[in-house]
């Protein structure tokens, strides 16, 4: 299963803040709970 967020937010189609909107969308469900979680670590990995 393709994860359309993930894909534009790598390709730089949309920002941090649309990816977590988008994971609080869906935060009681794996996917959203994907979505977070890469926020995270791409957050983390920033200097």
């Known amino acids: 299963m393709a994860c359309l967020e993930e894909i534009a937010y ?3 189609f949309i920002g941090r803040e649309q990816l977590v909107a988008r ?3 869906f935060a009681k469900t794996n996917y959203g709970q994907n979505l977070l979680r890469l926020a995270r670590e791409h957050e ?3 200097p």
Do not use: M, N, T
């Open 10 to 12: 790598l390709q730089g």
């Open 23 to 25: 994971g609080e969308l």
């Open 44 to 46: 983390a990995a920033q």
